[in-house]
């Protein structure tokens, strides 16, 4: 993740895969200098690493003390100083990751997403989910229930989340997401011993075939498989599959916190993968808590 920081300390942002710096409406690194322009310039993420283009702003940009020409292109290393306008205006990159979604308290510990899923407090006790919906939007599950967030919200009073912003953040939040297959392309095949003790999952994407470790969660997509792919005829396929978490929990003889848990598990073992949007595995209905498996391509079988 890169992160850029005023020099004061007083403000912190996450860089998306391109950040418009300046005074204008539409920047997305709004400054409050005078002495800067209204688009000033802008920050893009180009052959690993984060570069600054001076956009012909009238006082100019400087990295380190040493001025860009104006539509100037320069790489902005970690540490740098990167002044817009004026010393009013003085930020500094301290992360020079890809972009990435992130979390900070008030301490200012630090959240990374990994493989785009951002768990809070942390992957060992992943209570609330952050990750890429399917139209370049970002969703948050807070114990189990989504809404959609945007950079800068507040997650119960504790988190601030600071997501990927810029004109190209539907391309942005596809790399950290992952290079590889969007998951509606995916297809599931499972394959159930007779005493459903033992569950193998392998994921088809295009000519790949890749078989997964077994983990217990296993059984868990494979009950929701089932509920889709058992659906009735005369149940439409925007209908097909959801199951209320009470329902679900009594099948599965778990506790909502769990079932949460082995959906993040789940999540993860997907975007380890590189798919992106891993978090669609499993679809939420804000209103009702009924959950469902979010790909429809699926095979199930005995050994």
């Given amino acids: 993740m890169g992160v850029l920081e005023r020099a004061d300390g007083a403000r912190r942002i996450a860089l998306g ?27 893009t993420w180009r052959d690993g690493g984060w570069h600054v283009r001076d956009l012909g702003s009238r006082n100019g940009t400087l990295i380190d003390g040493e001025p860009l020409a104006p539509g100037g292109l320069r790489p902005l290393p970690v540490g ?6 004026d010393a009013d205006e003085q930020w500094r990159l301290v992360a020079d990751g890809p972009p990435e979604a ?23 006790d992943p209570a609330t989910t952050v990750f890429a919906a399917a139209n370049g939007r970002w969703l ?17 009073d504790r988190w601030q989340i600071l997501l990927p912003v810029g004109g190209e953040a539907a391309a ?7 290079g590889g297959p969007s998951v509606d392309r995916l297809v599931l095949r499972f394959a159930v011993s007779q005493d459903e003790e033992f569950v193998q999952l392998r ?5 790949q075939l890749h078989a997964l470790p077994t983990r217990g969660f296993h059984y868990l997509l494979l009950t929701l498989a089932r509920l889709r792919h058992e659906a009735p005829d005369d149940v439409s396929e925007a209908e097909a599959g959801w199951v209320y978490v009470e329902d679900l929990c009594r099948m599965l003889d778990t506790d909502p916190p769990r079932l949460n848990v082995d959906i993040y598990r789940a999540r993860q073992q997907l975007a380890a993968l590189g798919v992106r949007e891993a978090g669609r595995l499993v679809e939420r209905r804000a209103t009702s808590r009924q959950l469902r498996l979010g790909i429809a391509g699926l095979e199930i079988e005995r050994l």
């Fill in 102 to 124: 992130v979390a900070v308290d008030a301490a200012g510990v630090f959240r990374h997403a990994v493989d785009g899923l951002l768990a809070l407090p942390d992957p060992e």
């Fill in 203 to 207: 994921v088809q994407q295009g000519a």
């Fill in 17 to 43: 895969g391109r950040v418009l710096a300046g005074r204008g409406e539409r920047c997305d690194l709004r400054l409050a200098s005078p002495r800067a322009s209204g688009e000033h310039a802008v920050l």
């Fill in 140 to 156: 948050a599950e807070v114990a189990g229930a989504p809404r959609f967030v945007q950079d800068a919200d507040w997650l119960e």
């Fill in 172 to 178: 942005a939040t596809t790399m950290l997401a992952g």
């Fill in 80 to 85: 740098a100083t990167l002044q817009l306008g």
